[in-house]
């Protein structure tokens, strides 16, 4: 069982910069797909950015240019670096892995961190 831990979150005023980081447990982390997700308060969860366990990434248009992601195997960790944050991006910042391990599919999840952007 993978525990995945989301640390980062926090206020920032617009244009500013985050670091996001999710911690996982286990040792298979670097067969997962790692994504992060955003839901802000009545909307609906949004896919922000995914990196494949082979390192190619996509990135939600409205992130483009603004957000990285990446990932270290070796610490078990992926991270969502946020630059030129807007108001819009503020929303609770969810980190998912998946894989198909031997035909079983899994999907983990963690807690989420808060971002708010704010002057």
């Known amino acids: 069982q993978v525990q995945l831990v989301e640390s980062g979150g926090g206020s920032v005023q617009p244009g500013g910069s985050l670091r996001l980081s999710c911690a996982a447990s286990g040792s298979l982390f670097s067969i997962y797909d790692m994504n992060w997700y955003r839901q802000a308060p009545g909307k609906q969860r949004e896919l922000v950015a995914s990196?494949?366990?082979?390192?190619?990434?996509h990135y939600a248009d409205s992130v483009k240019g603004r957000f990285t992601i990446s990932r270290d195997n070796a610490k078990n960790t992926v991270y969502l670096q946020m630059n030129s944050l807007k108001a819009e991006d503020t929303a609770v910042y969810h980190c998912n892995g998946g894989a198909n391990l031997f035909g079983k599919e899994y999907d983990h999840w963690g807690q989420g961190t808060q971002v708010t952007v704010s002057s």
């Open positions: 990196i494949t366990r082979g390192g190619s990434t």
